[in-house]
């Protein structure tokens, strides 16, 4: 397993899921078991929603396309 591969996927997807929020990515910056992102938004923004919407999304899709169980 690549991690740069898994953090260029994680990053991908926040930009996307971010777009649909109607926010901008200033930053992203991520490790093997985390990440930080600067992001701007109006304050409109339900930011809870939006961080819940990122983490779900993003854990799912990583599970999904990188972390197959071998049974």
């Known amino acids: 397993m690549d991690n740069d591969n898994i953090i260029d996927f994680?990053?991908?997807l926040t930009y996307e899921i971010t777009e649909s929020f109607e926010a901008d990515?200033?930053?992203?910056n991520a490790e093997k078991?985390?990440?930080n992102m600067l992001f701007k938004a109006k304050?409109?923004?339900n930011?809870?929603?939006?961080?819940?919407t990122i983490k779900t999304i993003t854990s799912?899709?990583?599970?999904?396309n990188f972390l197959k169980v071998k049974l």
């Open 10 to 12: 994680l990053k991908k």
């Open 25 to 28: 990515v200033i930053e992203i």
């Open 33 to 35: 078991d985390h990440f």
């Open 43 to 45: 304050p409109t923004l």
């Open 47 to 52: 930011i809870l929603r939006y961080i819940n």
């Open 60 to 64: 799912r899709e990583i599970q999904k």
